[in-house]
């Protein structure tokens, strides 16, 4: 739900020109599910802050409650567009709902200042759409989930037992958290 000030005449003509000023946002970091680039909060908040300021516009953002996140993008008149909403973490400790709030902020200021900030993906995600595969064809992926886990653990040992785990031909791991897990290893120095 939105909430706004009785007149939003003054915020509305400061987004029109905020619109016509903000450069495209990078789109420079990596979905390894979808296989798609998103614009990452802090090439988002990099693109937005300058024309935000010329505008008289700016944006607050904050936790409320369990699990909402506020935004409010206001205008030097006093006129503001507030919304927040709800998201529920998939993990139920610190990394999981930093993440989410993280999720929330960079969608929250898509948004309210109508960004292009992911690509297209025709409602596969939000549907859980995956390609169709017969039973014999079916392959296991390391879930982001482990790959989340192998990554924090701390150990090289672990972190190479994953990798060993999903090269058979029955699993399968992306070649981004291969990389990834592999540079981790080198910085553990084990």
Same mark, same amino acid.
Request: with cysteine; hydrophobic share 30%; net charge positive.
């Given at each position: 739900?939105?909430?706004?000030?009785?007149?939003?005449?003054?915020?509305?003509?400061?987004? +029109?020109?905020?619109?016509?000023?903000?450069?495209?946002?990078?789109?420079?970091?990596?979905?390894?599910?979808?296989?798609?680039?998103?614009?990452?909060?802090?090439?988002?908040?990099?693109?937005?802050?300058?024309?935000?300021?010329? @505008?008289?516009?700016? +944006?607050?953002?904050?936790?409320?409650?369990?699990?909402?996140?506020?935004?409010?993008?206001?205008?030097?008149?006093?006129?503001?567009?507030?919304?927040?909403?709800?998201?529920?973490?998939?993990?139920?400790?610190?990394?999981?709902?930093?993440?989410?709030?993280?999720?929330?902020?960079?969608?929250?200021?898509?948004?309210?200042?109508?960004?292009?900030?992911?690509?297209?993906?025709?409602?596969?995600?939000?549907?859980?759409?995956?390609?169709?595969?017969?039973?014999?064809?079916?392959?296991?992926?390391?879930?982001?989930? @482990?790959?989340?886990?192998?990554?924090?653990?701390?150990?090289?040992?672990?972190?190479?037992?994953?990798?060993?785990?999903?090269?058979?031909?029955?699993?399968?791991?992306?070649?981004?958290?291969?990389?990834?897990?592999?540079?981790?290893?080198? +910085?553990?120095?084990?």
């Amino acid at each position: 739900m939105i909430e706004k000030s009785e007149s939003i005449k003054e915020i509305t003509k400061a987004l +029109v020109q905020f619109n016509s000023e903000v450069s495209k946002i990078k789109k420079d970091s990596i979905n390894p599910f979808f296989k798609s680039k998103y614009a990452d909060l802090s090439s988002i908040l990099d693109g937005i802050c300058e024309p935000l300021q010329r @505008n008289g516009l700016a +944006v607050i953002q904050m936790p409320s409650g369990e699990n909402y996140l506020t935004t409010l993008l206001t205008h030097t008149s006093g006129e503001y567009l507030q919304s927040t909403y709800y998201m529920k973490p998939q993990k139920n400790d610190p990394q999981g709902f930093g993440s989410c709030i993280t999720y929330q902020r960079r969608y929250a200021l898509g948004g309210i200042l109508n960004l292009n900030i992911d690509e297209d993906d025709d409602g596969n995600g939000a549907s859980n759409q995956k390609p169709i595969q017969s039973a014999s064809q079916t392959i296991h992926w390391l879930s982001q989930e @482990n790959f989340q886990s192998a990554m924090s653990c701390g150990n090289a040992s672990k972190i190479q037992a994953t990798i060993k785990a999903y090269s058979t031909q029955e699993k399968k791991m992306r070649k981004e958290y291969k990389q990834a897990l592999e540079n981790q290893i080198k +910085v553990l120095g084990n």
